[in-house]
């Protein structure tokens, strides 16, 4: 087989330009793929010196003047990239890499150039930069779409609970009121009462109370039904004073539900407290279509973020209501959920389950 035919066939298709030179730089031999780089054609080529491929002010030339020598022991190999000029004086740039050699006679050091564009390499590194770039902004864009979908869906939550709590809070609020309308007519009776006392008192000097006045006393007290008002009273003041309490609890539990805490800082957390001031807020939602059975078992504290495992638990519980209403809406009309909350530790953990 003819080594040289063999060998120049694989040049002619290698995609990398090959040059090899005279001792002087002047181009013998190149392949296909140089005339392609460079758009010079093959005669064109023919009678070019490397450094109308190179711009002059490279390192290459000054490489190639000091590698002229006769004595091979002093050739080494060149690689870096450069910057090179087409035919139309177009600058592009391309990773050269000289190889010094010997000419047949051992004489005259010739070279063999390997250069690759790198310019298609470049405009993909470039893309590939770019879509990096847009990939780094469109994951920042995500998380503040994802940081953003989470408020919305707290405030969604608690948006969805807000009629439920104005009505946990009116329901208490409005039959106090009702019973203070009540307390300040029969506190007009009573007062009426003593007055009319204090009146007969002072109007009688001998001890006791005259007839007149006597009947005119048992006449009122009919009057202002106040054997009723004293019976009353007592069951009054009870039903106010559960009423304020209902609402101090709501609002209590709303406040510890709302409680924010600075992002990423933990705080002593007693997971008990939080399941019940968010069965507090979630307690409209759930009493017409569930009982609630809790079994909370004595818990230490725990770090966490007391605002977040709150809208967790939140989120279960609205989520269980969800299924019972479709379950009733689709299965059984009669159907009335129960939703089971249990607490306990051990050594290593505290736990709940729903």
């Not at 690689?79 to 005259?108: M, R």
């Not at 510890?256 to 805490?261: E, L």
Request: with cysteine; charged share 25%.
């Amino acid at each position: 087989m003819n080594i040289n035919y063999l060998f120049e066939s694989m040049m002619k298709y290698v995609r990398d330009s090959i040059i090899i030179t005279d001792s002087n730089g002047y181009i013998e031999s190149f392949n296909t793929s140089t005339e392609e780089i460079w758009h010079y054609s093959c005669d064109e080529l023919k009678k070019l010196h490397i450094n109308n491929l190179f711009s002059l002010e490279d390192e290459l030339q000054a490489d190639l003047n000091a590698r002229i020598y006769k004595d091979i022991v002093s050739l080494k190999q060149w690689s870096g990239e450069l910057s090179a000029l087409d035919k139309n004086k177009n600058t592009f740039n391309l990773i050269v890499s000289v190889y010094p050699v010997l000419d047949d006679n051992f004489q005259n050091v010739n070279y063999f150039i390997i250069s690759e564009d790198i310019r298609e390499k470049k405009s993909l590194v470039q893309e590939l930069s770019l879509k990096n770039q847009e990939l780094k902004e469109a994951l920042k864009n995500l998380k503040t779409t994802q940081l953003s979908m989470i408020q919305e869906d707290k405030l969604a939550s608690l948006g969805q609970l807000s009629a439920g709590i104005a009505h946990e809070i009116n329901n208490p609020l409005g039959f106090i009121i009702s019973n203070f309308g009540t307390l300040k007519k029969y506190t007009e009776k009573l007062y009426a009462m003593v007055s009319l006392y204090k009146n007969s008192i002072n109007n009688n000097n001998e001890g006791y109370l005259s007839e007149e006045d006597r009947i005119n006393l048992v006449n009122t007290e009919k009057k202002y039904n106040l054997n009723f008002i004293m019976g009353d009273l007592k069951e009054l003041l009870k039903d106010t004073e559960d009423g304020i309490e209902r609402v101090r609890k709501t609002v209590g539990a709303m406040r510890n539900f709302a409680h924010s805490t600075v992002e990423g800082e933990f705080e002593q957390y007693d997971l008990n407290d939080g399941i019940n001031n968010t069965l507090v807020i979630a307690k409209n939602e759930l009493k017409y279509n569930a009982n609630i059975e809790t079994t909370l078992g004595e818990l230490p504290y725990i770090e966490a973020q007391s605002n977040e495992i709150n809208q967790v638990i939140l989120n279960i519980i609205i989520n269980s209501s969800f299924a019972i209403k479709e379950k009733q809406q689709n299965v059984d009309s009669e159907y009335f959920g129960l939703l089971k909350i249990n607490t306990y530790s051990d050594s290593s953990f505290v736990y709940c389950s729903i």
